[in-house]
């Protein structure tokens, strides 16, 4: 999407005085405004937030201010669709700058899946196939989702998605991320090379034989995160030999080999707290997106903390969310202009509900049955 250039007053501010602006326009709003940032937001946004998350929390923050009329969202375009989503009309959503994407969500689009489902349900009844589409991808596809009895899925909760699309139907197909939906589909026991297929969009039947297609039960799209392909399986062991013992975390994103290799995997919010918990000394190698990582090492100097990756690169659509564009679109805010606003057409946003509260239902009982079963095993 396009962003109309900055007025020229808000590139020519200094920093202090971009945060202190922001800051004053933020006192002047009071409750009227809720901050959200990503866990991959710069610094000088998260100093703003008044809550910060994964992609799942941040869904779930967005709704804990009814009585706010803007919601600005330090993220990415998906993400403040869903908070548009799931909060009720009279909150507006507002996204600083609407040139942050996502190179993955883009990657899918409703055509090609329309058009994939077709090819599935040609070989297949469509009442045995659930499509799940994960976070990162356009509202037409949740509400792709929503309308034929699948759901969405976050990385922090892939697991119990799939779990329960298996127990809806015999094959899932899995959008846009292969990675992760083939990381998590390993872990539940599918096997990668007889169970699975990746379709790719360009390619009748996605560039498999029919009889792949027949076997596999869990159809993978053919697309990725290039920030998290960037991890290899090489600087995990260029880690561990430069720093014996330590322990490496990465983002389900990244390829399998990759995740394999890990001591563990798992969201922002996982790899937070994996480290958080660590006791001091710990050194930890993490695979995840720089601005995450040295938030990290700053917050925990009794660790060592690193990238995995030695030429460290940002996810350049969460960074173009500037201290200036934020300054620009409280100060329109507070002088009564709606800048920015992300509103998904009513047609869209329905069905897209219907497969985000899926995903929120089968989400907190899972982790309510995980949290009965921690505390009776150490109770
Ligand atoms: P999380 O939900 O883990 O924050 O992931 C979002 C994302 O875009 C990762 O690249
Ligand atoms: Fe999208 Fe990757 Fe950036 Fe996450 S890190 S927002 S998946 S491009």
């Known amino acids: 999407m396009m962003q109309a250039p900055l007025p020229p007053a808000y590139s020519q501010l200094s920093d202090e005085q971009t945060h202190e602006r922001i800051r004053r326009a933020k006192q002047a709003l009071g409750e009227r405004v809720v901050i959200l940032g990503h866990h991959y937001q710069r610094d000088e946004i998260i100093q703003h937030a008044d809550y910060r998350g994964d992609s799942y929390k941040l869904?779930?923050?967005?709704?804990?201010?009814?009585?706010?009329?803007?919601?600005?969202?330090?993220?990415?375009?998906?993400?403040?669709?869903?908070?548009?989503?799931?909060?009720?009309?009279?909150?507006?959503?507002?996204?600083?700058?609407?040139?942050?994407?996502?190179?993955?969500?883009?990657?899918?689009?409703?055509?090609?899946?329309?058009?994939?489902?077709?090819?599935?349900?040609?070989?297949?009844?469509?009442?045995?196939?659930?499509p799940v589409t994960y976070m990162n991808s356009a509202a037409n596809l949740?509400?792709?989702?929503?309308?034929?009895?699948?759901?969405?899925?976050?990385?922090?909760?892939?697991?119990?998605?799939l779990e329960w699309a298996f127990r809806q139907g015999?094959?899932?197909?899995?959008?846009?991320?292969?990675?992760?939906?083939r990381n998590t589909g390993i872990a539940m026991g599918i096997d990668p090379d007889s169970e699975m297929v990746v379709w790719d969009p360009e390619l009748p039947l996605g560039g498999n034989t029919e009889e792949a297609v027949r076997r596999a039960k869990l159809i993978l799209w053919k697309g990725h995160c290039s920030v998290?392909?960037?991890?290899?399986?090489?600087?995990?062991e260029a880690a561990r030999k430069t720093y014996p013992g330590i322990k490496v975390v990465v983002h389900p994103e990244c390829r399998r080999e990759v995740v394999e290799a890990a001591d563990c995997n798992g969201s922002t919010e996982y790899i937070i707290k994996v480290v958080r918990e660590s006791p001091p000394g710990t050194q930890w190698a993490v695979g995840t997106e720089i601005n995450l990582v040295h938030r990290l090492a700053a917050e925990h100097p009794d660790k060592f903390i690193m990238c995995l990756?030695?030429?460290?690169?940002?996810?350049?659509?969460?960074?173009?969310?500037?201290?200036?564009?934020?300054?620009?679109?409280?100060?329109?805010l507070m002088q009564g202009n709606v800048v920015n606003q992300v509103r998904v057409p009513e047609n869209i946003a329905h069905w897209a509900r219907v497969a985000?509260?899926?995903?929120?239902?089968?989400?907190?009982?899972?982790?309510?049955?995980?949290?009965?079963?921690?505390?009776?095993?150490?109770?």
Not at 143 to 159: H, I, K, P, Y
Not at 313 to 325: A, E, G, L, N, Q
Not at 363 to 379: I, N, Q, W, Y
């Open 142 to 161: 949740k509400a792709f989702c929503g309308e034929r009895s699948g759901a969405v899925c976050t990385s922090s909760n892939a697991r119990a998605i």
């Open 228 to 236: 998290h392909m960037r991890f290899t399986r090489a600087q995990i």
């Open 309 to 332: 990756d030695p030429i460290v690169c940002p996810c350049s659509t969460m960074y173009r969310i500037h201290p200036s564009y934020l300054c620009w679109a409280m100060e329109n």
């Open 59 to 130: 869904a779930r923050d967005a709704t804990r201010h009814p009585e706010a009329e803007f919601i600005v969202f330090c993220g990415v375009h998906f993400m403040a669709e869903t908070a548009d989503i799931l909060t009720p009309y009279h909150q507006k959503v507002i996204l600083p700058n609407m040139s942050a994407g996502c190179s993955m969500a883009d990657m899918a689009n409703i055509y090609q899946v329309r058009a994939c489902w077709r090819e599935l349900t040609a070989l297949f009844p469509a009442d045995s196939m659930v």
């Open 356 to 379: 985000l509260d899926r995903m929120i239902g089968v989400t907190e009982s899972a982790r309510r049955a995980e949290a009965v079963a921690s505390a009776t095993a150490t109770g």
């Open 170 to 181: 015999e094959r899932v197909l899995f959008f846009p991320d292969q990675h992760l939906g």
